[in-house]
């Protein structure tokens, strides 16, 4: 997306779905809402609940890669990496599903990762503001964390599964109930939400520094 520098644009990002039980009520906040955000999904899980990637690509939303086996780049091989890569993005290409955008696990790179992402035709993405943490917070804090922490560009953190090495439901719980809250606060200060992909022009590229595991504010 072009020329959106000044634009109040910010993108919710769910990350280690799909799950049946997660996803479903997280659609149905965000279409009560009327917010399109990105999910980030785990090929075995897709592999697990298909219809629930049909029903976040039918509900308009974007759908990018962030793992297989939730293998987090600094502390695995570059191939072990590649391997799951590509059998996700098969998984998701058998699905229909077209992926531009990849998350990595816990939003780590190595120095492999940049190349490998250009390799696979992938943009590497992460998010700025995590305002769930290790899910231990209440959703007052949680609301609070986003709105001191809002810029245009900004990327927020959120979950709709969970797995070994993922959060845990509480988090899941904890990104259902920002949904609300967060859109009208959005609205209350003339954001507009929309998919990562259409502002990921302007967030970190993270092969630039693969050392930074925390990304920098948005320009
Ligand atoms: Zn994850």
Do not use: K
């Amino acid at each position: 997306m072009l020329n959106d520098a000044a634009a109040n644009t910010v993108a919710l990002s769910f990350e280690d779905g799909p799950d049946p039980v997660w996803t479903r009520r997280i659609l149905a906040s965000l279409d009560a809402s009327g917010t399109r955000a990105t999910f980030f999904v785990a090929s075995p899980r897709a592999v697990v609940w298909p219809e629930v990637i049909e029903e976040i690509a039918d509900a308009g939303h974007e759908i990018g890669l962030h793992c297989g086996r939730h293998l987090v780049h600094p502390s695995s091989s570059e191939a072990s990496v590649r391997q799951d890569a590509e059998v996700a993005l098969s998984v998701l290409s058998s699905q229909n599903v077209e992926v531009r955008l990849w998350l990595p696990p816990c939003g780590q790179v190595a120095p492999f990762s940049g190349d490998l992402a250009r390799r696979l035709g992938l943009q590497l993405v992460s998010w700025t503001i995590d305002p769930i943490g290790d899910a231990s917070g209440s959703i007052d804090g949680v609301i609070d964390r986003v709105t001191t922490e809002l810029n245009p560009g900004s990327i927020i953190r959120a979950h709709d599964g969970f797995d070994d090495g993922a959060r845990a439901a509480a988090a899941c719980e904890l990104s259902l109930e920002m949904i609300r809250p967060l859109t009208d606060h959005l609205e209350a200060r003339g954001y507009e939400a929309v998919p990562v992909g259409e502002i990921a022009s302007r967030v970190l590229d993270l092969t630039v520094d693969p050392s930074v595991a925390e990304p920098p504010l948005p320009v």
